[in-house]
């Protein structure tokens, strides 16, 4: 699937939407995104993953370690496809922690997945703790990069798409400037 497909599978799950929104931050935005939409269709998901397993096949990767909640689904079903493990990195201490018996061993080869990149706060987060393991990062792969190309890894890192997405402060958007109807998140069916 080329970035096209990946973008256009996610607008048909209606996970990616387009128009004028009010995000929770009170900002309005040109794009919506609601991954769980996508994520909570099996069928469509496991396009993705696919997508991204194939991306990781020569990369050497043991272990896929996603942050939780939608990194697990994504981790689970890229490890499916290339016959290798995953485990998921949990919010506690000052960012991410395995339990439920999780671990890495010294040079222990991992991939690092997420579903969308938007400050890239919980893909760091798992890197700080994979790291003191001795681990060995050898690629981070995201479904989808939002974050206009500012956040950059020291590890080999694909996004199967990007798509630009623009905030504003309500009194400076465009969008209400030319009259557009404002969606409220969350208050009309899609
Ligand atoms: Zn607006």
Redesign the pocket.
Known sequence: MNQQEIIDLFKQSNALLTG?F?LTSGK?SDVYYEKFTLLKQPSLCTRICEEMAAGLKDSGAETIVGPTTGGIIIAYDIARYLGIESIYAEPGGDGRVFKRGFSLEKGQKVAIVDDVLTTGKSVFEVIDLVKPYGADIVAISLMLDRSNGQVKFDYPYRALASVEANN?D?EK????AKG?E?TQRGSRKF
């Open positions: 004028h009010k309005h504003w309500a958007c465009p969008l209400c557009m404002l």
